[in-house]
């Protein structure tokens, strides 16, 4: 149960880091492609590790699994969308 609000909390605390990010239009641009390099390589591992590991882990395990790869998910898209919207 610690690990499933520690994890919610992590994405929550990002999500408004993402949303309210000040600074120059550089500074800006530069964390965007970090932030998203790290969400996407987070979900794409996650999905590697949930698909190898499937039979081996419990069913919290998976719980906690699938919730970090929709948070990832989710992150990812925002900072996607966000950078979309600042190029057009």
Known sequence: MESLIFIL???????IY?????????????K????????VSNF???????????SFLSN???ILLMISILVSASLTIQIVLKYRNKIT
Request: proline share 0%; aromatic share 22%.
């Open 60 to 62: 919290q395990e998976r």
């Open 9 to 15: 909390g992590i994405g929550i605390l990002c999500f």
């Open 32 to 39: 965007e492609v970090v932030w998203g390099t790290l969400f």
């Open 18 to 30: 993402i949303k309210y990010l000040v600074g120059s239009a550089l500074y800006k641009k530069i």
């Open 44 to 54: 794409l591992s996650s999905i590697f590790w949930f698909s190898i590991s499937y």
